[in-house]
């Protein structure tokens, strides 16, 4: 059973950076393809990125394209969400995941699901 914790989240003013973490214990991320997703307040959970197991492609939304990547280091068991030049519509709970199907776009395509970290972008 693969548990994953994310951190890194915080208060950030627009124009700013953030770069989140999400680490596994009880298994390897190594064979996972891991992703990244965010829910804002009266929203519904939303694809961010994802990352195949690899680490050698990535897909993103269009909304953060460009201003996010999602590096991942299998030695550390970690998958980061780098997100640079944040906007107030960037704020959400942002959650990792992880899965087994490139690209994982849709919540059914993971497994396991870490807690949620809050990202609160102001303007």
């Known amino acids: 059973q693969v548990q994953l914790v994310e951190s890194g989240g915080g208060l950030v003013q627009a124009g700013g950076s953030l770069r989140l973490s999400c680490a596994a214990s009880?298994?390897?991320?190594?064979?996972?393809?891991m992703g990244w997703f965010r829910q804002a307040p009266g929203k519904a959970r939303e694809f961010v990125a994802t990352?195949?197991?690899?680490?050698?492609?990535?897909y993103y939304a269009d909304s953060v394209k460009g201003r996010f990547t999602i590096p991942r280091d299998n030695t550390k068991n970690t998958v980061y969400l780098q997100m640079n030049s944040l906007k107030p519509e960037d704020t959400a709970v942002y959650y990792c995941?992880?899965?087994?199907?490139?690209?994982?776009?849709?919540?059914?395509?993971?497994?396991?699901w870490g807690q949620g970290t809050q990202v609160t972008v102001s303007s």
């Open positions: 995941a992880a899965g087994g199907r490139y690209p994982g776009i849709g919540s059914g395509d993971y497994e396991y």
């Open positions: 009880g298994g390897t991320l190594g064979s996972h393809v």
């Open positions: 990352i195949n197991w690899r680490g050698s492609r990535t």
